[in-house]
Each structure stands twice: as structure tokens, then as C-alpha cells.
């Protein structure tokens, strides 16, 4: 089967690698804290000169864009040019003087760090309900890692005692001031496991990042290329995979064909659970014991580090959970992609914070667990997974989507009436008598509302759920839930809002931040390897990278019986 690859196509991957900082050299040490501190206070610095001279660098029909050769203008003298182009001899704010330590070549990619930075916070600016603060106004003591681009370092394997991998940069503290072509290089060793080898292999390592984390341990980040191989499509009978995000169940998937729904998998994640709760019970503690000390005037400082300590660690601990939930998730989709063409639909939960916050009377516990679920991170993750591996996950009729979840778990699938959940995980409806697990009839309406809003399925003809969703959209008429009683005609007005749903105040949406456009610095033109949520789409999905605005969306989950969700 012939493959073509295409750069277009590709994706691209992070793997965070851990410095062997205890097999450094004093010199080494200290080279890289210098290396990577100047590099923050040049960031800092353009970040300042974009922020004084904001009106004269944006640009683009919403001015969301810094113009990188005016800010240029400004910052960089230039000598030799290229022809057409004239010298810049003097500029109003010359780094060069102010950073003689520095490269040329490391100027423009802190440069381009910083313009990155300041496009994510003009488009988090212009965002409902966000209070973005300014770059350059952020008071913290962590360095900013600056992108270093595939030509200027090297991953080299060399076997000794010390490390097998290092990663050679380039060092031009001393070289960049006497004016050296050749520039002193830096070797750090780094802990690369056989997991991280994988990762790496997967494409081209286009650019490194060094930074610390907040308990100042050393990283090294990789971003990775991956080339998508694109294979004739085979003919497959379609089928549609949904997807109930749970807590107590991690998860829960239903497979709808066109005759009907073939299969049912839960994933269960009791030892998560648990140790959430257990954690949880060793916060509270030592939450009530730091209270406790602040109330009678005594010091809390050994009890705010093991606070801290602890909240890390619970974080870990649902980090990994949500890792392995989503690789069992790939794993089943792909097992099923050999006998279907598959599309999978996972649910939107769309407003679910504000449902826990204080005041609506839904209890503290409730609170507890909204406010633990990271069913954000696990989406993100689940499409990240399936891009990679060249599945279309953007744009229309994408096979990957995030649909309106409102009513899916409280909505019979077979007459379509409103039902009672007697229990958390039962779900009964009175109109037909039909009896289900909760969490099954939810990921079976997910994926019929994947099928509402996929045109390219309308044309797919089978029984049951399938055939009168599609004629539900096809013929174009607002279905009303059978548990919805009619008013009388004194009252006159519609159960359903007449006004065009569009996003509340605190909607609760996945934000992706860019660093850096990888795409400039490719060896070749291409696409540009911007996160979509800073491109144009975060004003108007409620997903990040979704392929449908809030609106339509909505619109279209009306028409096949459900309604937006509140």
C-alpha cells in the first residue's frame, strides 16, 4: 500500500526530558543558569518595547499579530542586508549594545519567543471572561525558556560514565563579545529513556526548550515533528464511537452502527478513586491545621510546604490516571478502526464549573469532585493522540469531535422522552418502560449527535437510531421532548430559548498557549505550527480546536432533539 507523506499533514509532539544536573561540571552549571537568565531578561525586554510601542506593531483584521520587522526596526541594527533593502545604522532601543553577550541568531529566536508570548495574551485579552494580565507585568522569579532551533544544537549519543545522550547549544557568552564566527559549544548531559528514544524517533526534532519547574529541577523539552502517512482509505462500514466521561467510571463507550448499537466497554479506575480521596482527606488536614496555626499567631511555614507538597502530589497522581485512561481509549479505537471507518464523539460538558460554584447549593462535596474532573485535559489528549496518527481531527466532517452534551444522559435513546435516574448509574424512562446503566444511554446520544452534525453521514442509510436521526436532520424539524408538556396557549412561549445560544460569561474552555511558531523556522515553507486556539477559533469554540462554532453547533443539537446545555 503506497504511503505519501506530506509535511502539511504533520504534528507536533513535546517529550520533557530530565537533565542529569548532578553529573555537571560547577562550570557547566553555571554557564547554563547565565545562558538561560539572560536569555529571560531579553525576553522581558522585547516584551517591554512591544508593549510601549503596541500600536505600531499590530496588525491584521483583528490585530492580534506583532509585525516582526517593525519590531525589528526598533531593536536590531542591520549592516549587511539583502539587496532592495536599506541599513539600519541606528535604532531607538539597539539590543545588541544592551545584550553584547548574545548571538544574532539567539536574539531573533528570543525575539520570537516574546512575540509569541504577546500574540496568546491579545487573543486571551479579547476573550469573554478572562482577565489576562500582561506579560511584562507578571512578577515571578522563574526564567522564560526561549525556543533554540534545529540548527543550533545537536542531540549526540556519546558513551561514558557521565550520561549516553547530551545536548550540545550553543554558548556565546564569551565568543559573541570578541566577534567569533565560531561560537564555544555547551554539553549537558541528559537522563533519556527508552521511552523518550521512541518519542524522539517518531519524526525531526525541530527545536529545544531549557527551563525549571517550580522545585527548580532542570528539563530539557523537545518538540517533535511528526509526518503523517497517509493511506487509501479502505472500504469500511461506517460506525460512530461514543464517549461518556465519568468519575466514578473513568469512562464509557458505546459503538452505533447503522443497524444498531453493537457494543458497550466501561473503564474503571478504582485505585484513582481512592487515592484522590485519600490525598484529598491529607489536604483537608493539613488545610484546617494551617488555619489553625494562622489563627493563634504561630508559623505555618512547614505546614504550607507539606500543603504544597501534597497537592502535587495529588495532581501527579490524576495526571497519570488521565495518561493511561486515554491510552486504553486509543488502544480501543484503533482496534475498532481495522473493521470500521470510525468516528468517535465525546462529550462537551460545556459549563459544568459553574454548576460548583458556591451558592448554587449543590453542596460541597459536589464542588470537590466538578472541580477534580480534568475532562479538558483528557479531550485535548485523545485528539492530540488520534492526529498523530493522521486522523482528521479539525475542520468539517472531521472524524474526532467534542458535541453538546447537554440532555444526553437524562434523554431516552430509544422514544426520545425525558427519563429519571433513580440512582447515579440507572437510568428509567417512564414513556417506554426502557431501563439502562446512566452512563451507557449518555455515550449512545453522544454519538448520535456526532451523527446530527456530521453531513457526511446523512447519506448513510440503516434501522433504528440512526435512520431517524439522520431524518430528524434531514427534514429539518425541531423535535420536542416528549416529557416537555405544552403550556397553555395563554402563556404563549416556547419551552426552548429564542435567542441564538452563544457562550455565558464563565464558560469553562481548554486554552492552549503558544510559545513559538515552529513553522518559521522549518527548513522548508509550510503550515504554520501554531496552536489553533491562538490562531483564530478561541473566540468561537467552546473546545479548543473544535471544528464548529458554539452556535452552530448548538443550533444543529436543537434540531436532532437535545438542547443547549446550561
Keep these: 500500500m503506497a504511503k505519501i507523506m506530506a509535511r502539511s499533514k504533520g504534528v507536533t509532539i513535546s517529550v520533557k526530558v530530565p537533565i542529569n544536573w548532578e553529573s555537571m561540571t ?18 522581558r525586554a522585547f516584551l517591554g518595547i512591544i508593549e510601549q510601542y503596541e500600536s505600531d506593531l499590530l496588525t491584521g483584521r483583528k490585530k492580534k499579530k506583532i509585525l516582526d520587522g517593525e519590531l525589528d526596526k526598533l531593536t536590531i541594527t542591520a549592516i549587511k542586508v539583502k539587496p532592495g533593502n536599506g541599513q539600519r545604522i541606528n535604532v531607538p532601543h539597539d539590543f545588541k549594545i544592551r545584550f553584547p553577550r548574545l548571538s544574532q541568531n539567539e536574539l531573533q529566536e528570543c525575539r520570537q519567543t516574546s512575540v509569541a508570548l504577546y500574540e496568546s495574551y491579545l487573543t486571551l485579552r479579547d476573550k469573554k471572561g478572562w482577565n489576562a494580565s500582561r506579560p ?33 547549544i550553543r554558548d556565546a557568552l564569551d ?29 525531526e526534532v525541530k527545536a529545544v526548550q531549557l527551563f525549571t519547574d517550580r522545585s527548580r529541577k532542570w528539563w530539557v523539552t523537545f518538540a517533535v515533528r511528526v509526518a503523517l502517512e497517509v493511506t487509501p482509505e479502505e472500504n469500511l462500514p461506517v460506525a460512530i464511537l461514543g464517549i461518556d466521561l465519568g468519575i466514578e467510571k473513568a469512562a464509557c463507550s458505546t459503538l452505533l452502527t447503522p443497524e444498531k448499537t453493537r457494543e458497550t466497554r ?6 484513582k478513586v481512592a487515592i484522590i480521596k485519600k490525598y484529598d482527606r491529607f489536604v483537608a488536614d493539613l488545610q484546617r491545621e494551617m488555619f489553625t496555626r494562622i489563627n493563634n499567631g504561630l508559623s505555618n511555614d512547614r505546614v504550607s510546604e507539606k500543603l504544597r507538597r501534597m497537592q502535587s502530589k495529588r495532581e501527579n497522581v490524576a495526571r497519570e490516571y488521565d495518561r493511561v485512561l486515554v491510552r486504553q481509549l486509543l488502544d480501543y479505537i484503533f482496534e475498532l478502526s481495522k473493521e470500521y471507518t470510525l468516528y468517535v464523539a465525546i462529550g462537551r460538558l460545556k459549563n459544568i464549573r459553574m454548576r460548583a460554584k458556591r451558592g448554587n447549593y ?24 488520534l492526529a498523530q496518527c493522521g486522523w482528521k481531527v479539525d475542520g468539517k466532517d472531521s472524524r474526532f469531535r467534542a458535541v453538546p452534551e447537554g440532555w444526553t444522559s437524562i434523554m431516552c435513546w430509544k422514544c426520545g422522552s425525558k427519563g ?39 447519506s448513510v442509510r440503516g434501522l433504528g437510531l440512526w435512520t431517524r436521526a439522520v431524518v430528524r436532520r434531514t427534514t429539518n424539524r425541531r ?17 426552548l430559548s429564542k435567542k441564538e445560544s452563544t457562550s455565558d460569561s464563565g464558560e469553562s474552555a481548554a486554552v492552549h498557549f503558544v510559545q513559538s511558531d515552529l513553522g518559521r523556522f522549518s527548513d522548508g515553507a509550510s503550515k504554520s505550527d501554531n496552536d489553533p486556539a491562538v490562531v483564530s477559533t478561541v473566540e468561537t469554540l467552546a473546545v479548543a480546536g473544535s471544528d464548529a462554532p458554539v452556535v452552530k453547533q448548538e443550533k444543529e443539537a436543537r434540531t436532532s432533539g437535545g438542547i443547549p446545555s446550561r
Design 420 to 458: 429519571t435516574r433513580p440512582k447515579q448509574n440507572y437510568f428509567h424512562c417512564p414513556s417506554c418502560g426502557y431501563s439502562i446503566n446512566a452512563d451507557q444511554n449518555g455515550s449512545i446520544n453522544i454519538a448520535a449527535r456526532l451523527l446530527t452534525l456530521t453531513k457526511s453521514l446523512h
Design 266 to 271: 466501561y473503564f474503571v479506575q478504582r485505585d
Design 362 to 385: 449543590q453542596g460541597r462535596r459536589f464542588r470537590g469532585m466538578i472541580h477534580s474532573w480534568a475532562f479538558a485535559r483528557i479531550t485535548d489528549s485523545l485528539k492530540h493522540g
Design 136 to 168: 511584562i507585568s507578571i512578577n515571578s522569579s522563574r526564567r522564560i525558556p526561549r525556543w533554540v532551533f534545529s540548527q543550533r544544537f545537536k542531540l549526540i549519543e556519546n558513551k561514558t560514565s557521565v550520561s549516553r545522550w547530551w545536548l550540545d
Design 26 to 43: 560547577k562550570r557547566t552549571r553555571q554557564r547554563l543558569r547565565q545562558t538561560v537568565g539572560r536569555d529571560t531578561r531579553v525576553i
Design 479 to 495: 423535535a420536542r421532548l416528549k416529557a416537555q408538556k405544552k403550556k397553555p396557549s395563554s402563556k404563549g412561549k416556547s419551552l
Design 175 to 203: 565568543s559573541a563579545p570578541k566577534k567569533r564566527f565560531r561560537h564555544d559549544r555547551l554539553s549537558i548531559p541528559l537522563k533519556i529513556s527508552p521511552f523518550h528514544l521512541n518519542q524522539i524517533k517518531k519524526g
